[in-house]
């Protein structure tokens, strides 16, 4: 379904690639990663203490290790905060890993699940389901993201193909624009004709609000084996990055790797997606932001974007609540005001940044 936008081997032989890349790379992601678990472990405890009623880090630090039921601030932190946080680093690695490997596979430097139509097919099937079937069970939910974030991309991908060109950035960014704006009036049919606009609307803002111990509970088996997924095939990913030749010519089997690709990408958002809505752009944003620090080898990208990732969820959750504690800002739209001036920049740059 992912096909590479060119068949040229962009990178040359495997040896002249690694002669580009700078040195001391492992060594800077392991400092990333390592920073990023502290400061990732910090803002969470902040997540925690911050909303419409702010709880000491103190507090917070008790009702974790020594929980008391009988604490009201105690049941809030386990009860409604943790969950959030939670779900926020869950989403967060999710969204960012899955845009880190579409980037690879397709080596177009505008691949995110947000531009490519998979939030968009997702919250196609989601509303038709909220319409349909609205006590759902949320096991069953999320399969049904799964299946509507299939489709999305899959009419990106056929649309984006019908050019004897092939799928250039820009071709892939206008059909991927066509077929959410058709996705979301379809959706937003639905949602007006059933009257579930308002259950839709909060789902397209996009946010952590409302995550219950059960979603993470049911989010937490997919968004791991996907990530495990991921991070087993970071490097065939790398190989394939170079261009079919180039990994065809080393015995790689593309398909096959495309294939699994596909299917981490697709759990890995249809989770994110139904559990907080059309989160778009950090996809984008993170993989780009990882591989100019560390490099072009997915080995290390895949898991430093999953820490960026995480860790940048966490922190536009505080400041949704920070901004306005009373009426909380949609995450989705504090990630949008970096996200948007970056992909004008991409596609201004042509691309040019998938080296």
């Known amino acids: 379904m992912m096909e590479a936008t060119s068949s040229s081997a962009a990178g040359g032989r495997p040896d002249d690639q690694k002669k580009h890349k700078p040195k001391g790379r492992p060594l800077a992601a392991v400092t990333i990663l390592i920073s990023g678990a502290v400061l990732l472990v910090l803002a969470l405890l902040v997540s925690i203490s911050v909303g419409s009623i702010s709880i000491p880090l103190r507090t917070v630090w008790q009702a974790l290790l020594h929980f008391n039921p009988d604490v009201n601030d105690h049941l809030v932190i386990r009860e409604v905060r943790l969950p959030r946080a939670l779900a926020g680093v869950m989403v967060g690695a999710g969204l960012a890993v899955s845009g880190a490997v579409m980037q690879g596979m397709t080596r177009n430097p505008i691949a995110d699940p947000g531009l490519l139509g998979l939030n968009a097919g997702a919250g196609f099937v989601l509303a038709a389901v909220f319409a349909l079937y609205p006590n759902m069970s949320y096991n069953t939910l999320i399969l049904y993201s799964f299946i509507g974030a299939g489709i999305g991309a899959g009419m990106v991908f056929g649309i984006g193909s019908l050019s004897k060109k092939g799928l250039t950035p820009m071709r892939l960014a206008l059909s991927g624009a066509a077929v959410s704006a058709l996705l979301s009036a379809l959706a937003e049919g639905i949602a007006v004709y059933f009257k579930i606009g308002q259950d839709l609307a909060f789902w397209y803002a996009g946010g952590l609000a409302g995550i219950h111990w059960t979603q993470v509970k049911i989010m937490f088996p997919w968004v791991a084996a996907a990530l495990i997924g991921a991070i087993l095939l970071s490097r065939s990913i790398t190989v394939l990055s170079l261009g079919d030749e180039v990994s065809s010519g080393l015995g790689q089997r593309n398909g096959l790797i495309r294939l699994g690709g596909t299917v981490v990408v697709l759990v890995l958002a249809g989770a994110a997606v139904s559990a907080v809505g059309a989160i778009g752009f950090l996809g984008l944003l993170i993989p780009h932001i990882v591989r100019y620090l560390v490099g072009v080898d997915y080995r290390w990208v895949i898991p430093c974007s999953g820490m960026f990732g995480a860790l940048l969820i966490v922190l536009a959750d505080i400041g949704s609540r ?19 001036p970056f992909f004008l920049y991409l596609v201004r740059r042509g691309g040019r940044e998938m080296r």
């Open 322 to 340: 920070i901004i306005n504690p009373l009426q909380e800002v949609p995450v989705g739209g504090l990630i949008a005001l970096i996200g948007v």
